[in-house]
Nanobody, 127 residues
Framework: VQLVESGGGSVQAGGSLRLSCTAS????????MGWFRQVEGKEREGVAA??????AYADSVKGRFTISRDNAKNTLYLQMTSLKAEETGMYFC???????????????????????WGKGTLVTISS
């Protein structure tokens, strides 16, 4: 499975961005997916997760971020609104082939805990 993120860029605080993650290869093996971010000086953290229609979000983004998937396009999206300057960083898409991964598992996953990772897309939010 290959994952390619897009949609990153520069916005002002309070603005919005929509990230996309397109999967290719053995996409039928994917059971759950998620978006992670790595802010300078901090560990990579899960922000939103998807598993066959079920979703989960980190407390810090609830009400502002929305994760969705278009199965026909093999694409995962992250709609981000009311962005904050401290959310500047690299945003990564990840996927797992475990049958029982679940959205809460994804949110708490480490890098080693997910089977596939994209290379990331940079999001810069200016204050």
């Amino acid at each position: 499975v290959q994952l390619v993120e897009s949609g990153g860029g520069s916005v002002q605080a309070g603005g919005s961005l929509r990230l996309s993650c397109t999967a290719s290869g053995d996409v039928d093996s994917i059971y759950c997916m998620g978006w992670f971010r790595q802010v300078e000086g901090k560990e990579r953290e899960g922000v939103a997760a998807w598993d066959t229609g079920r979703t989960a979000y980190a407390d810090s983004v609830k009400g502002r971020f929305t994760i969705s998937r278009d199965n026909a396009k093999n694409t995962l999206y992250l709609q981000m609104t009311s962005l904050k300057a401290e959310e500047t960083g690299m945003y990564f898409c990840a996927a797992d082939a475990a049958l029982v991964c679940g959205p809460q598992y994804v949110l708490q996953a480490t890098v080693a805990g997910m089977d596939y990772w994209g290379k990331g897309t940079l999001v810069t939010i200016s204050s």
